[in-house]
C-alpha cells in the first residue's frame, strides 16, 4: 500500500520530469547554468532572505550565483489551501527535534516536526504566506543590544520598500504602508463566518480590531498573506522571477553546499564554496562575498562544518577552528498547544468535505477566488501582552483561529504534519470531518533557549535540533494563561450562537491531573507540543563585546572577512509574530550593506 508521503512525493515530481514544465519560477533543472570558476557574490539558499538578496545584487552589475538544496518548485504550492500537502514532501528538510522528555511527548518518538523549504523560495513556499511584521518594540530591542541602524524607524523603509499592498484602506496610510514592491500583501479572500466571530470575540474582550503591522501589534485582526489573485506570491516568485533572464544571475537547483573555503591566517577570509549535485562535487569562487542564507538550522550547520562555531564542540568533532563563535547557541522559537478545540452546531467552519466537494467553489478558483485561494483555515489573528514577564514591554502570546479541528482530515494530512502518535491522535479521531475550529495560543517570546548542534563531520547528516521548549517555568506559566484565554475567547457569545463549545475530553496521558488546573495544561502543553516553525537567532547579530553574537550589525561574521550571514538566525530575539516578514526585511537590509560596502550601483 502506497503511504501519504509516497503519494505526495509523486504527486510533486511527476509533472516536474516533463523538462521543467511544472515550475512557477522559471529556474532551469533539467538543463541547468554553466557553471563559471568564479562570481563576485554566491548566495546560499533561495529562501525568504536569500531570494531577495541575489535579485538586489543582480540589480547592480557584479555576478551571483545563488545556489538551493532543494528543487525548482511545482505548481501545486501556488494554490494557497493545499499548504499541508507538500509538508513532510520532497520540498520539505522535514527537520525532526531531539527528544528530551519533557515536550514533544504527543508525537511520534517523542519528536517534533520541523517543516523548512528545501525548494526554490524556502519557507515562502511552503509556508502559510501570512504577513506579521513584529512589534516595534522587536527591533527596538535590537538596537537597544548594540546593533545600530535596526530600530523600528530603520526596518520600516524596508519592509515599505518590498511591499505592494492589495489593501486601499491601509495602502492609504502611506506612513506605514507601499504600493509597487516585488511583494504583493493583500487581504484573504475567503472567509467563513468564523473570522467575523473572532474580531468580535476580540472586542468583546477589550482588543482593538486594526491593522497589526504598523508598529503597535497588540489587537485582533483577519491576517494579511502573500497572495494575489488566488496565487502564493513567495520571495522566488516575487523577487528572481522578475530578473531571472539577466546575464549576471546565475541560479542552480539541487546544489548542496558542503562547506565553507576558507583561507587561513590573522583574519582568515572566505573564498568560496564546496557542493555537490547529482553526484558531483564543485569548487567555486567568490571574488567579493559568499552570503549564508539557509535558514536557522542550515546557516549554522554550514558555518560550524567550516570550522566557524563553539570551540570546544568543533574539536570533539576534530574540525580545525577558523573562528570561535556561539553559532547555534541563542535559538529562540515560537511554540504553543493545538488544545483549545471548540465543536460547532452550525457548518461555519472550514470543513474540507463541505467546502471542496462544491462545485463552485472550486470554479471560483479559476477567477482567483474562493477557498482554494484561502490560507487553509487560517482565518484570524490576535496578539496581546500577558503582563507575566515584568522585563520586557513587548506583547508575548499570539492567538491563531483556526477554522477545522486537528481531526478534520481523519488523520490524512493534518495530523502528519504534527508528526502526531496514534495514542495522541485518539483523542482528535472523533471530530473527523465535522464542524469545529481550534484558537492556537502561541509563546512569541520565549524565555527558554535552544541550540543547533553538529552529529558529526558529515554534511550529509542531519544537525541535532534541541528547542528545549519549555525549559523556563515563566514559558510554561504564560502559555497556560494563552490557554485560558483562548478558551474564553472560544465560548464568548460571538462564538456560542454559532453552538460553539469547548471539546471536553481530558488527554488520557495528563489523567492524573484535575482537568484544566493548571498542573493539568502544563501536562498537556507537554504533549500536544504545537511548533509553528518561526525559528530564529543561531548566528545573532550584536556587538564584538556581546558573549552571544555571531555576526556585527552589518550581518558580517566577527572574525572572518568574505562572509555574511542572512536569514531569521541573524535575529538578537525572535519577533512577536510570523518571520517571513522580518526575513525578507533583512534580505533588502542586507542587500544595500552589500552595494554600500563595494560601491555597487544599479546597471545601467
Not at 567555486?284 to 552570503?291: D, Q, T
Not at 506583547?395 to 486537528?406: A, G, K, Y
Not at 524565555?447 to 563531520?457: D, M, V
Amino acid at each position: 500500500m502506497v503511504n501519504l508521503q509516497t503519494l505526495i512525493g509523486l504527486i510533486t515530481l511527476l509533472p516536474r520530469i516533463l523538462k521543467d514544465f511544472d515550475d512557477p519560477v522559471g529556474v532551469a533543472q533539467v538543463k541547468p547554468i554553466d557553471l563559471q570558476r568564479s562570481y563576485d557574490f554566491i548566495v546560499v539558499g533561495a529562501g525568504s532572505s536569500g531570494s531577495v538578496v541575489a535579485a538586489r545584487l543582480a540589480e547592480s552589475s557584479a555576478s551571483v550565483l545563488l545556489l538551493e538544496a532543494g528543487t525548482d518548485g511545482t505548481y501545486l504550492t501556488e494554490i494557497p489551501a493545499a499548504v499541508g500537502v507538500t509538508l513532510g514532501s520532497s520540498l520539505d528538510w522535514a527537520y525532526r527535534t531531539k527528544a528530551d522528555g519533557r515536550s514533544c511527548l504527543g508525537m511520534n518518538d517523542d519528536q517534533c516536526l520541523w517543516h523548512a523549504g528545501k525548494v526554490i523560495g524556502g519557507g515562502s513556499t511552503i509556508n502559510g504566506m501570512l504577513y506579521v511584521r513584529g512589534d516595534q518594540e522587536d527591533f527596538n530591542t535590537w538596537e537597544r543590544k548594540g546593533n545600530p541602524g535596526w530600530g523600528w524607524k530603520d526596518v520600516l523603509p524596508y519592509f515599505k520598500k518590498s511591499e505592494d499592498q492589495q489593501n486601499p484602506q491601509y495602502a492609504r496610510n502611506t506612513r506605514h504602508h507601499s504600493v509597487g514592491g516585488r511583494l504583493p500583501i493583500g487581504d484573504i479572500k475567503f472567509k467563513t463566518p468564523l473570522s467575523d466571530a473572532f474580531l468580535h470575540a476580540g472586542r468583546y474582550m477589550g482588543y482593538p480590531v486594526k491593522d497589526i503591522n504598523t508598529g503597535n501589534a497588540t489587537g485582533f485582526t483577519v491576517m494579511q498573506a502573500t497572495i494575489k489573485n488566488g496565487k502564493r506570491f513567495s520571495s522566488a516568485k516575487s523577487f528572481l522571477k522578475p530578473v531571472i533572464g539577466q546575464p549576471n544571475l546565475s541560479i542552480l537547483p539541487e546544489a548542496f553546499v558542503e562547506r565553507l573555503l576558507i583561507t587561513s591566517g590573522y583574519k582568515p577570509r572566505v573564498e568560496g564554496v564546496v557542493f555537490t549535485r547529482k553526484g558531483k562535487r564543485y569548487r567555486v569562487r567568490a571574488r567579493k562575498e559568499v552570503i549564508v542564507s539557509s535558514g536557522v538550522v542550515g546557516s549554522p550547520k554550514l558555518l560550524m562544518l567550516s570550522g566557524i562555531g563553539p570551540r570546544h564542540d568543533l574539536e570533539q568533532l576534530g574540525i580545525p577552528v577558523v573562528a570561535d563563535l556561539p553559532v547555534g547557541q541563542n535559538m529562540q522559537s515560537h511554540v504553543g498547544t493545538g488544545e483549545a478545540v471548540f465543536t460547532l452546531e452550525e457548518p461555519v467552519s472550514f470543513n474540507p468535505i463541505r467546502i471542496f466537494t462544491n462545485p463552485l467553489n472550486i470554479l471560483s478558483y479559476l477567477r482567483g477566488e474562493g477557498p482554494l485561494g484561502a490560507v487553509s483555515g487560517f482565518e484570524g489573528m490576535g496578539i496581546y501582552r500577558t503582563g507575566l514577564d515584568q522585563s520586557t514591554s513587548w506583547p508575548d502570546i499570539q492567538l491563531n483561529l483556526i477554522s477545522v479541528t486537528p481531526g478534520i482530515d481523519g488523520g490524512l494530512v493534518y495530523r502528519h504534519s504534527l508528526n502526531m502518535d496514534d495514542q495522541m491522535f485518539a483523542k482528535w479521531k472523533p471530530l473527523a470531518f465535522k464542524e469545529g475550529f481550534n484558537i492556537l495560543p502561541v509563546l512569541v517570546h520565549p524565555k527558554s533557549r535552544g541550540s543547533i548542534k553538529l552529529r558529526s563531520r558529515n554534511p550529509s547528516d542531519p544537525a541535532e535540533i534541541n528547542p528545549n521548549y519549555f525549559d523556563d517555568p515563566l514559558d510554561v506559566k504564560r502559555l497556560i494563561s494563552g490557554i485560558k484565554f483562548s478558551i474564553a475567547l472560544g465560548i464568548s457569545p460571538p462564538f456560542a450562537k454559532f453552538g460553539a463549545k469547548f471539546y471536553d475530553q481530558p488527554i488520557e496521558f495528563c489523567k492524573a491531573f484535575t482537568p484544566y488546573s493548571d498542573a493539568y495544561w502544563e501536562c498537556a502543553i507537554r504533549y500536544f507540543t504545537y511548533p509553528l516553525y518561526h525559528d530564529a537567532c543561531t548566528c545573532p547579530m550584536g556587538p564584538a563585546t556581546d558573549s552571544m553574537a555571531v555576526v556585527t550589525s552589518r550581518l558580517t561574521v566577527h572574525g572572518v572577512s568574505g562572509l555574511r550571514v542572512v536569514d531569521a538566525s541573524v535575529m538578537p530575539d525572535v519577533v512577536s509574530g510570523n518571520t517571513h516578514a522580518a526575513c525578507v526585511m533583512i534580505g533588502e537590509k542586507a542587500a544595500d550593506f552589500i552595494k554600500q560596502d563595494w560601491g555597487l550601483a544599479a546597471a545601467a
